[in-house]
């Protein structure tokens, strides 16, 4: 199994530029996450998904937007990029609630300048 | 004050030595979770736990739920294991609380 995909692994960006982060997973699980990952700070969960159809907002939300149209695919959109958002971006999934762990992505390295 | 606490902030030791990484939490929890960091970046997970102790490998995993406190503890540790360590815990249903995490190095 791959696991979790994430794309691209390394990105640079300009001011006020757009670009999709793309997330995906291939164990059929129900739950998906994104979260940044800022130097010296704990993760921050950004928006998580339960199902196909279904988003909803976590801790830090503002300047991005997700969207989970399949199971297996959940893509982060960052419009109008703004230098607050240079970060390492996690995805992550698991399988439903209970005694489960998480699976993670290798990460993508975004830089706004 | 963070909801989740480690400790401590850095460690190094030499191979072969006992190493223990603490986290205390303040919050109601559902479950907590260990993670480990790679220097290049990757996340993986180690335990999930809502109560006693699980060991995997040379990797062993405890929680206290009264006191609010968990341990990770390495024997025999392995310049590998150098990475950085990451204390989570669940609250509710999707809300992860991150620690800032251990940054571990071990020397041959």
């Known amino acids: 199994n791959a696991g979790v995909t994430q794309t691209p692994k390394f990105r640079i960006l300009k001011i006020g530029q757009s670009m999709t982060l793309q997330c995906a997973q291939d164990?059929?699980?129900?739950?998906m996450y994104w979260y940044r990952q800022d130097p010296g700070m704990g993760l921050k969960l950004i928006y998580y998904?339960?199902?196909?159809?279904?988003?909803d907002k976590g801790e830090v939300p503002n300047g991005y937007n997700v969207s989970r149209s399949t199971t297996e695919d959940f893509p982060l959109r960052l419009e109008l990029a703004a230098p607050s958002q240079t970060s390492v971006y996690f995805c992550?999934?698991?399988?439903?609630?209970?005694?489960?762990?998480?699976?993670f992505g290798s990460g993508t390295r975004l830089t706004v300048v | 004050k963070n909801e989740v606490e480690q400790s401590p902030q850095n460690l190094t030791a030499q191979e072969g030595e006992f190493i223990t990484i603490n986290c205390s939490y303040s919050?109601?929890?559902?479950?907590l979770h260990w993670l480990q960091q790679h220097p290049g970046g990757g996340i993986v997970s180690l335990f999930m736990?809502?109560?006693g102790k699980k060991k995997h490998g040379r990797l062993i995993a405890t929680i206290n739920i009264q006191e609010k406190h968990s341990s990770l503890h390495i024997t025999a540790s392995h310049p590998r294991d150098s990475a950085v360590y990451i204390c989570?815990?669940?609250?509710?249903?999707?809300?992860?609380?991150f620690g800032q995490g251990t940054r571990l190095t071990i020397n041959p």
């Open positions: 998904s339960v199902g196909a159809g279904i988003t």
């Open positions: 919050v109601g929890i559902s479950a």
């Open positions: 989570a815990v669940r609250k509710g249903a999707q809300k992860l609380v």
């Open positions: 736990l809502s109560s």
């Open positions: 164990m059929n699980h129900n739950y």
């Open positions: 992550a999934s698991r399988a439903q609630e209970g005694p489960y762990g998480y699976t």
